[in-house]
């Protein structure tokens, strides 16, 4: 019999990505809901990646452990064809081959995204490596994980991505890559579809990551100050509220009902009725729609 409170007990999760930002925020909620999580990233206390942020996958891992999960880091470049089919034999040989949920949510692109400039005036290979980074790294990544969901014939394939329709997002090479990610889902659920797993894309809002408090001066705990710099910011979510949207996916016995689809925070909650951690229902469409369909546009139906 399942607990209520932990109904991904005994379930194991890869959390793709998961050092900091929506990756954090899933893997943490992964581990609330009772399952043992696989955090993985390039930033770890013994190794950082290039973008030089203090967070870790250690640090990841021990939050998922403190809400009442298993966490478990592992540094993975996922980038890196053997680094990432080693992490699935780990898994593997760890968990007797088990594996119930993989999120891919490696993105690392933000210093690369030129919002300036059109493609014709932007860096070649600097978009061309933000493509590699926030896709490539998905396709190597379902490539060796995705045998064991198959193996087991159930699970879920989450691949986080920005904005579920077709509106355009701002920067050519941004909006291909996370246009990309949802098509990887799309892909991934018809060839899944036979054996009974899910694959979904997944959006947040306007999300509280690390690097966005940063860039308000602000907390968790106070981010309310910032809404005075930008009233939008009244209506953004932490990275909890995105972990929530999966877990309870995760959770769902009837998550094939689902598969293929473009998914949203703001659309899942009022299904599963799940709360953001201070116990808000922030809806970005729904503040889009009121606020600021008039300046940008709308942001269209969901692919």
């Known amino acids: 019999m399942t607990d ?58 021990a939050l998922v452990s403190a809400a009442g999960g298993t966490g478990i880091a592992v540094r993975c470049d996922h980038s890196s064809p053997a680094e990432v089919e080693a992490l699935v034999g780990r898994i593997a040989a760890d968990q007797d081959g088990r594996l119930d949920v993989l999120v891919n949510s ?4 933000d210093p690369l995204t030129d919002w300036e400039h059109p493609l014709w005036e932007q860096d070649l290979e600097t978009g061309l490596r933000l493509l590699r ?20 014939r159930s699970g879920l394939v ?15 090479f941004y909006d291909l890559a996370k246009s990309a990610v949802i098509r990887l889902a799309v892909a991934q659920a018809a060839e899944l579809r036979p054996f009974g797993v899910a ?7 306007f999300l509280r990551s690390e690097a ?11 981010w309310r100050d910032g809404i005075a710099a930008d009233p ?38 009022r299904e599963y009725g799940f709360t953001d951690a201070d116990g808000s229902q922030p809806d970005f469409a729904a503040h889009w729609a009121e606020a600021l369909e008039d300046r940008h546009g709308p942001l269209g139906e969901p692919l």
Not at 199 to 205: D, E, I, N
Not at 245 to 267: F, K, S
């Open 158 to 172: 989450v691949e986080v991505t920005d904005g579920n329709t077709a509106r355009y997002r701002g920067s050519f």
């Open 212 to 222: 966005m408090l940063e860039h308000f001066g602000v907390t968790e705990a106070t």
């Open 199 to 205: 694959a979904v894309a997944l959006t947040p809002g």
């Open 106 to 109: 490696v993105w690392g692109g």
């Open 133 to 152: 980074q926030a896709v490539e790294t998905h396709v190597i990544t379902s490539r060796f994980a995705l045998p064991l969901l198959v193996a087991r």
């Open 4 to 61: 209520d409170n932990r109904p991904l007990a005994g379930r194991v999760a890869l959390v793709a990505g998961g050092t900091r930002g929506g990756g954090r925020g899933i893997a943490v909620e992964l581990g609330a809901a009772g399952a043992t999580v696989y955090v993985t990233g390039r930033s770890s206390g013994a190794l950082r990646s290039e973008l030089g942020r203090p967070e870790t996958v250690e640090e990841t891992a």
């Open 232 to 269: 939008d910011f009244a209506h953004s979510e932490s990275p909890a509220y995105l972990g929530r949207a999966v877990a309870a996916l995760a959770a769902d016995p009837e998550v094939m009902a689902r598969t293929g689809r473009a998914l949203a925070t703001w659309g899942l909650y």
